[in-house]
């Protein structure tokens, strides 16, 4: 009797065991405080990426650094990608296209990415500007070397800058100008020590867009030959300008010329008596200023 029952007994309750579902592991999911997205799927979205770099403000930043720090001791090292650009965007700002390395010391101008248009180098120690320094950025627009040491500028230093329409070498030590670019707009070389056989006689002549001319504080001793006609704004004052002629603004042997662009010269601060130069002045519209008794 005993061995039926026990026979009953496995004969109904062994399919019901056996019908049971194994138990299910429940999968575990991680959520970021106040956020919608689980930790789960971001590892996921990782793993996806792999070898994948997203590239951020010039630099590669990989994802070999996101996987490490989740702990897996098996992820494939990725070699960061070589940028010929880096050191010199370490050292100063470089952003869409302009450079700025402002007050940073540097003694030399620093190998520049190939599309910059805009260069700011101001208060730093650079002594000399080499042919080299530009030779292959032929994009730039507007350099501006203000506050620093410059004694020398090599001969072509300048000559393949055909897009450069503003340059600043104010505040340096230069006693003679380069041979300047033919598109400028703009040129300041104040607060130098430039004299007037330091300039050559046809360095602006062939500068015809060349509207705003600075040259205050230096050491001229005239004022410089062929302004081009597209000059808007010369300021000549504190230098040591003793005379001028009537060539030296208008033309002697034309009456009737009047320089129409012509809206400021500043001559003030230079051993200079205007009143004795009036005819100098005949074709402007507005007279210097300066001293005139």
């Known amino acids: 009797m005993k061995t039926l029952q026990t026979t009953f007994l496995l004969f109904v309750f062994v399919p019901l065991v056996n019908s049971a579902p194994p138990i299910q592991q429940e999968s575990l999911q991680f959520y970021e405080y106040d956020t919608d997205v689980t930790m789960g799927s971001l590892i996921q979205q990782d793993y996806e990426m792999q070898s994948k770099d997203i590239r951020k403000d010039g630099t590669n930043v990989s994802l070999d650094t996101s996987l490490r720090l989740q702990g897996d001791d098996s992820e494939r090292n990725v070699p960061p990608t070589k940028d010929t650009n880096l050191p010199t965007c370490l050292l100063c700002v470089c952003l869409s296209g302009s450079v700025y390395c402002e007050e940073i010391d540097i003694e030399a101008v620093p190998p520049l990415p190939k599309e910059t248009a805009y260069l700011y180098a101001r208060f730093n120690k650079i002594k000399r500007i080499a042919v080299s320094d530009f030779a292959d950025i032929t994009t730039l627009r507007r350099i501006d070397f203000s506050g620093n040491r410059i004694e020398e500028i090599e001969d072509g230093a300048f000559?393949?800058?055909?897009?450069?329409?503003?340059?600043?070498?104010?505040?340096?030590?230069?006693i003679k100008l380069p041979v300047l670019p033919p598109k400028l707009t703009t040129f300041n070389a104040n607060q130098n020590r430039i004299k007037s056989r330091g300039i050559k006689a046809n360095a602006f002549k062939k500068l015809t867009n060349l509207a705003y001319l600075y040259l205050g504080h230096n050491a001229l001793e005239s004022v410089p030959l062929n302004l081009p006609e597209s000059l808007r704004i010369l300021h000549l004052q504190y230098n040591n300008i003793t005379t001028i002629t009537d060539d030296t603004f208008c033309k002697s042997n034309n009456?009737?010329?009047?320089?129409?662009?012509?809206?400021?010269?500043?001559?003030?601060?230079?051993?200079?008596?205007?009143?004795?130069?009036?005819?100098?002045?005949?074709?402007?519209?507005?007279l210097p200023v300066g001293t005139y008794y």
């Open 159 to 174: 000559s393949k800058l055909l897009l450069l329409e503003e340059l600043s070498l104010a505040e340096n030590r230069l």
């Open 255 to 286: 009456t009737r010329y009047i320089r129409t662009s012509m809206d400021e010269i500043r001559m003030e601060g230079n051993p200079i008596l205007l009143a004795k130069h009036v005819n100098a002045f005949s074709c402007l519209r507005t």
